[in-house]
């Protein structure tokens, strides 16, 4: 997969929560950046291996924008107020598009990072499993695409993610 797309692939300063046999852990997540258009078969194939390599990371994430060069190290001491009205924005595209009753979960999700700096300066369910919605399969590329536009407009949004893991090691939305 590296022979073919250019990733970069980071171990993110955050712990997130997954599931391990009947417990919730705490674990890393992996972040991949890519100067080409996503692959997401290819990520999607990554993201089912990667924590089943490495048991210090539950879930992995695919960055939108430019490719990430250096890991970022700063992040954001909020609340991130601003997530209310990105998941507003992003269940509206879903709406409007058909396809909020047809994926089990959020797709794009954000977290306290930031990556364009520079370095010197929740809804319940019953279901035990789950696999991400692949863009292009599940849910349309354009759909996922227009969700990262609108959300980008909103200040304070460094960059927008794409959930690539599935459950379990992840959990079904993020906490």
């Not at 490495?54 to 954001?76: A, L, M, S």
């Not at 929740?122 to 590329?141: L, R, W, Y």
């Not at 996922?144 to 599935?166: A, N, Q």
Request: charged residues 20%.
């Amino acid at each position: 997969i590296t022979l073919l797309h250019s990733l970069n692939v980071f171990l993110l300063p955050l712990k997130t929560v997954g599931v391990g046999g009947d417990c919730h852990s705490y674990s890393y997540m992996c972040g991949i950046s890519s100067k080409d258009e996503p692959d997401w078969e290819s990520l999607i194939f990554l993201a089912s291996l990667i924590p089943r390599m490495c048991h210090n990371i539950n879930r992995v994430v695919y960055i939108f924008g430019p490719q990430v060069k250096e890991p970022p190290t700063d992040v954001t001491p909020t609340f991130l107020t601003t997530g209310v009205l990105t998941d507003f924005e992003a269940h509206n595209i879903l709406r409007e598009s058909g396809y909020a009753g047809k994926i089990s979960q959020m797709p794009v999700i954000l977290t306290p990072l930031h990556f364009d700096w520079d370095p010197l300066q929740k809804q319940p369910s019953d279901f035990m499993t789950g696999i991400p919605a692949t863009p292009g399969n599940e849910i349309p590329v354009e759909v996922v695409l227009k969700m990262v536009t609108e959300i980008k407009k909103i200040p304070g949004i460094s960059r927008i993610m794409y959930d690539l893991t599935s459950k379990p090691p992840g959990t079904t939305e993020w906490e």
